[in-house]
Structure formats: C-alpha cells, structure tokens
C-alpha cells in the first residue's frame, strides 16, 4: 500500500473556503441540519474521502463551506484502486486541486496491485481511510452517499433477505463513518458542483451492469419511478422508519442482556417470541463473539421457549444451559484429552475413550464384533479419526460420520481400526471385513462421551441395536 500525504499551503490573506456562496441555500441548510440533528460531527479533524466524482466532490464543498460554523478541520483522502489505468492519475490530479481549492491538506493511497472485486476495493480504501484517520486523530470518515445510495442499499438487503436492521440502510453515523449527505439527492451534488463551476470525474465502471447496485441503480429504481415518481424519497422514509424501529428494539434487548456475559437470562420476563429471540442472538454474540446462523438462532429459541426441567445445547463458541426459567451461556466445553493409538493384542481388554475392547475374551454386552485375522492382529491399532481416511471401496469416513449424524465431540473418539496402510473397520459404521479363522474383537460403546449427551439415534448406532450389517456400507440413513 503506497501512501502519501501532501500538505496544501495557502496564500496568506486568501479566503480558505471560496467556496462560500458558491453552495445553493436549500442544500447547505439541508445538510447542516442533518448533521446537528444526527450529531454527525465533533469539532475536530475529519477526513473527506473524496474520489473526485460527483457526490465526493459536492460533500468536500458543502463541508468546507460549513467547517468554521461546526469547528471542522478538513483532511482530504483519496484512493487508487489501480484499475483506471491513465485516468486514476488524472483522478488524482483533480483531487489534489480541489484540496488546495478549499484549502485543504491532502493525503493519497494506492492499492499495492489492481483490486479484483467491488469487496476487494472497499476493503482496501476503508483499510486506507482508518488508517489516515488514526494518523491525523480524526473523530470521523465523512463519505459521499447520497439519499439515492440509501434506496439502493435498503433494495439491496430487501432483495437478499435482510431483516430490519437491513431495511434501515446505512447510518448518519456508524463505527466512525458519517455519511452527511444522506439527506440530499445526485441533483442536489451535481447543483453543488455546477455552482462551484466544477465537471467532476466519471467513472464508466458505474454504468456495468455487471454489478448488482448499478442493476439496482439503472433497471430496478427507474422502474419503481414509474409507480411513484419520488420513490427515493419513500425508501429513504422507510429506512429512517426502520433505523427507529430498531434503535428502539435494541435498547429493550440491551436492558435485557446481562452485564455479565455469562450471568442469568430471565426467560420468565421475555414474553414476546421475537424479542426474546433477539436478546438471546444478541447474548450469545456478547458471550462468544459468534453471531447465530438462522438455523442456530432457531435451535436456541427452541430450548428457551420450554422452562421444564434442565437441558443444555452447543452452538458455535459456547453451551447454552437452560434450568427451568433460567438460561446461561458458557464458555465451550474444554475439549478432553484423547486417548493415543493403541496396539491390539491377543487377550487384551481395554477402555479407549470410553469405548469398551476386548480382543479374544469373554463376551461384552452391547458389542460390535468382528473377526481379525491372525496376520492382522500384530499391525492393528485403535485410533481416532484422521484427514483423508478412507474405507475399503473407497468412501471418505467423514461422509460416514456425517450421514449417521454423528455430533462432532463424538467423532473424534469414535474408535478407527487400522493398520499403517488402510482403515480396517469403523465399528458401528462399516461391516466387519469378512475373515475366516482368526480372533474375536469386540467393541462396545459408552453411554456418552465427555459432556456431550448421545441422542437416542447415535447410541443406537453405537450400540448395535441398528444392525449395520442390515445397511450399505455407509452409515445409517435418516
């Protein structure tokens, strides 16, 4: 990442915002009081990320033109994402002039090679932008969205799902970004820019419909346009609608989580389905750092909708335990040793994470048995799984594990018979391999491994009750 920063002199007596009067009335007070009512700004330094088109020219302006009235000290940033050839030297170039317009130090980044994707590219400039704003002591990163930019994400989200922390769209004011802008339109900046008697820079890339915005920007908006002529406008109330709605259900779920991470959950006290929901996505996402996958969430509601009794489920980064009306989440579960790879001999009975083996003795209740021949028996080990293990005709062991629905805590000390060339026999698994004459083995399972709780179907695979050699190869089909 090349970085440079370039401080702008001016020329003493000269004004340091020529820009004033050049800004139309109606969109500068509209701006300004955004930003008082949002609290966008604290006096201070303020990086403008400006990209030299449209929009980011306009906010330089209109904030310069308001930096002595909110006490802003303006740091422009601009980025090269190196994919515009010629013309990101010619972008830069009007960057730097409108910093020294308005008076304004200039700091400039290049990616280290040409990003790849629109992820790619926001990734390194906002790398680039928090980088300037800790060099400088800034409070904020202004940017130059626009009320346009708001309905395009707020359709965005719509599109893919979101929820209605997704239909609130982008915020005045969000981990250091402030987006003063969103209160005006694309016309309202390119009446900024005509005042200033600026052309802004283009970039042809915004025309593709190779993207999914411009889609939205060139295809879906004018469409809705032809339904409400001010259709922005009504995506924009609705994203402040559902940024109040939200705001407003994050401070019942706030009051509801416990200071302490791991301290009581009152399911008693959270009545409603949805809220309760919310507050325990929100706990867990406190307490472990993991956010909930829908499929987890609904798991977890699950177990807090009953208060009978006591029961505990593992979710990504933590346990969720229930007794009766209280919930708690803690930390995983250490993960127990595990017994090394063990050789078999003739006669031996051992205990093997729990697993019961007995190689030619008496009768083991419960037990898989198998047959191993004497020329076998000395390179035989018992053994967890590994990476790449494979059964005889070829089958990965994982896929087994997997479709029996074996819990992954469990896996781990499943017994693997092998020797150093090949996996042998996965009890309850796999068939025992066919053999004449040779030595009994017996294998038989514990009620449970660790503080992981068998359900009723992987007991009954473990302990012989679903005869295996009533099934293909693999494991049982559920």
Known sequence: MVEQPTHNRQVRGSDPHPSHQLIPIRVRATVRDYIRAHQIFEPGPVVVAVSGGRDSTALLLVLADLADELGLVLHVAHFDHRVRGRQSAEDADFVAKLANRVGAPIRAGRADRPTKSEDDARRARYAFLRRAAAQIGATAIATGHTKEDQ???VLLHLARGSGIAGLAGMRPLRDGIARPLLAVTHDDTAAVCKAARLQPRTDPSNRSLAYARNRVRHKVLPELAKLNPRVVDAIAR???????????????IDAAVPTNPHG?????ALTDDALRADVLAEAWLRATGNTLTRRHRDALARLAASSDGTRAIDLPGGRAIREYGILRIAPPPAEARLDPPTSLRAGDEIDWNGWRIAVGTGEVDGAYEATVPLSLLRKLVVRSRRSGDRIAGGGKLQDLFTDAKIPAPVRAKWPVLATDDAVWWVPGLTLPPASGRGTRLAVAAPKQTGNVLWTTR?????????????????????
């Open 151 to 153: 309905a395009e994400t």
């Open 238 to 252: 609705l994203a402040d609608a559902a940024a109040e709605r939200h705001d407003a259900e994050q401070g019942l």
């Open 458 to 478: 992987v007991r009954q695979v473990a302990s012989n009750k679903d005869a295996v050699a009533e099934r293909p190869y693999g494991g049982p089909r559920t």
């Open 264 to 268: 009581p959950i009152e399911l008693g």
